[in-house]
């Protein structure tokens, strides 16, 4: 059975900088696209970066130059670093597993439970 267990978030001010990781179990996922979205209460889920196999990566305009997505994939497991943290970067982010890189929620195969990033002011 596949899992996605994210871990690292947590309560952070606002220019602080915080590492999630997403570790998958139960199969690897070398060759699948490897991303992180993020839902704000009351909003939908929305993309926030995806690594693809052979390491390329796209960020959304909101957190491109601040957030970094890696991935090891020795240790199946996915990486989100984010600086500069804004409050407006709350959310519970999930880590996703798709077939290709895609930007949209429907496409992904496989969700983690997802954790929360509280940014204060």
């Known amino acids: 059975q596949v899992q996605l267990v994210e871990s690292g978030g947590g309560l952070v001010q606002a220019g602080g900088s915080v590492r999630l990781s997403c570790a998958a179990s139960?199969?690897?996922?070398?060759?699948?696209?490897r991303s992180w979205f993020r839902q704000a209460p009351g909003k939908e889920r929305e993309f926030v970066a995806v690594?693809?196999?052979?390491?390329?990566?796209y960020y959304a305009d909101s957190v491109k130059g601040r957030f970094t997505i890696s991935r090891d994939n020795a240790k199946n497991t996915v990486y989100l670093q984010m600086s500069s943290l804004k409050p407006e970067d709350t959310a519970v982010y999930y880590c996703?597993?798709?077939?290709?890189?895609?930007?949209?929620?429907?496409?992904?195969?496989?969700w983690g439970q997802g954790t929360q990033v509280t940014v204060s002011p």
């Open positions: 996703a597993v798709s077939h290709v890189d895609t930007r949209t929620p429907s496409d992904v195969n496989y």
């Open positions: 139960g199969r690897t996922f070398s060759l699948y696209a």
């Open positions: 690594i693809n196999w052979s390491g390329r990566s």
